[in-house]
């Protein structure tokens, strides 16, 4: 079973970055397929970026291409999201979320493939 706690979200300005952290605890980090997933008032919960338990297969949602990037550390159990340009519309709650699997280039879009979620963390961009 994995606990996830997501860290480094805040406020800031249009333009400007910010650089998320889901760091994991239980066993076999290895072995969870990873997303980031954020719902904004008012909306569904939309997918942002996912990531194979190996990291070498990413992908993102169009409208952070380029200015999102995932990346994970199996060695020490996180899974970050740096995100630069940022925008008014990115304004939402995020969340981190693990999938268990046995493929190591699996990855997931849908917010029901994944076991597990952290609380989320707030991202705030003023314009």
């Known amino acids: 079973q994995a606990q996830l706690i997501e860290s480094g979200g805040g406020l800031v300005q249009a333009g400007g970055s910010l650089r998320l952290s889901c760091a994991a605890s239980g066993r076999s980090f290895s072995a969870y397929a990873m997303g980031w997933f954020r719902q904004a008032p008012g909306k569904e919960r939309e997918f942002v970026a996912c990531i194979s338990r190996s990291g070498g297969v990413t992908a993102y949602t169009d409208s952070v291409k380029g200015r999102f990037t995932i990346a994970k550390d199996n060695d020490k159990n996180t899974v970050n999201l740096q995100m630069i340009s940022l925008n008014p519309e990115d304004t939402a709650l995020y969340y981190c979320?693990?999938?268990?699997?046995?493929?190591?280039?699996?990855?997931?879009?849908?917010?029901?493939?994944?076991?597990?979620w952290g609380q989320g963390t707030q991202v705030t961009v003023a314009s």
């Open positions: 979320a693990a999938a268990g699997t046995h493929s190591a280039s699996i990855i997931y879009r849908t917010p029901a493939s994944y076991t597990y």
